[in-house]
């Protein structure tokens, strides 16, 4: 049983560049969050995805943007990078909104230089 | 709102030594309460969690945490620390059932777990 997966693990981008990072939630999940976990610090909510809507979120600015498609895998868009959002970003599963099994992926390395 | 108080960054213990790693919560309605585990470069790995059950709550690799609603604290124990215990520990708090929306984590900022040989 596959667990929650993400990719890209690391990647490197410009300041003003776009990113698109990807998440595949655990099976029988269908509620995806994506959190942004800078350098020394715990996980920050950044959203939550259920039946393909945006449900709740967190403080970040509207560069932070996201998807769910119908197979529940996830999509987090940041647009005009900026050099604070170099940070490991982590993407959680749970077996719907008000589920309390709450999986994390490996997370995806975004530096930006 | 809700938040987590993770008092000091770091602790270390001799292995074989007892393992206490404190968390303090606040929530306006009965919480959730959990503790993951984040190694070198990995994510996060649940521990153990508190869902209104029992108050004693018992994990993987031998942890333990208990839920004292008078203190609002849920600290983390571990009677013997094994060298493989090294890494970052996080206690985070969600909303519970009653408000349909407890998928959403609120952490602390973590506590770095050295074990000296």
């Known amino acids: 049983d596959a667990g929650v997966t993400q990719s890209p693990t690391h990647l490197i981008k410009t300041r003003g560049q776009q990113v698109t990072l990807r998440c595949s939630p655990k099976?029988?999940?269908?509620?995806v969050s994506w959190y942004q976990q800078a350098l020394g610090q715990g996980p920050q909510f950044i959203f939550q995805?259920?039946?393909?809507?945006?449900?709740q979120r967190g403080n970040f600015p509207d560069r932070f943007s996201g998807h769910q498609f119908p197979n529940y895998s996830s999509e987090l868009n940041v647009n005009a990078l900026l050099l604070g959002d170099s940070a490991l970003y982590l993407c959680?599963?749970?077996?719907?909104?008000?589920?309390?099994?709450?999986?994390f992926g490996e997370g995806s390395w975004l530096t930006v230089v | 709102a809700q938040s987590v108080t993770q008092l000091g960054s770091h602790v270390s213990v001799s292995e074989g030594a007892l393992v206490l790693l404190r968390c303090n919560y606040s929530?306006?309605?009965?919480?959730?309460l959990f503790w993951y585990v984040q190694y070198p470069n990995q994510g996060l790995q649940l521990l153990l969690k508190?869902?209104?059950?029992?108050?004693l709550v018992k994990g993987i690799n031998g942890f333990e945490a208990e839920f004292k609603k008078s203190e609002t604290s849920f600290h983390l124990t571990k009677p013997s620390a094994h060298m493989s215990d090294a890494a970052e520990y996080f206690c985070?708090?969600?909303?519970?059932?009653?408000?349909?929306?407890?998928?959403?984590?609120?952490f602390g900022k973590g506590i770095t777990l050295s074990v000296r040989p």
């Open positions: 959680a599963s749970s077996p719907g909104i008000s589920g309390n099994t709450i999986y």
């Open positions: 099976s029988g999940h269908d509620t």
């Open positions: 995805y259920y039946e393909e809507e945006e449900r």
């Open positions: 929530s306006s309605v009965p919480p959730y």
């Open positions: 508190y869902t209104s059950a029992a108050t």
């Open positions: 985070a708090v969600s909303e519970s059932i009653y408000t349909g929306a407890n998928s959403k984590l609120t």
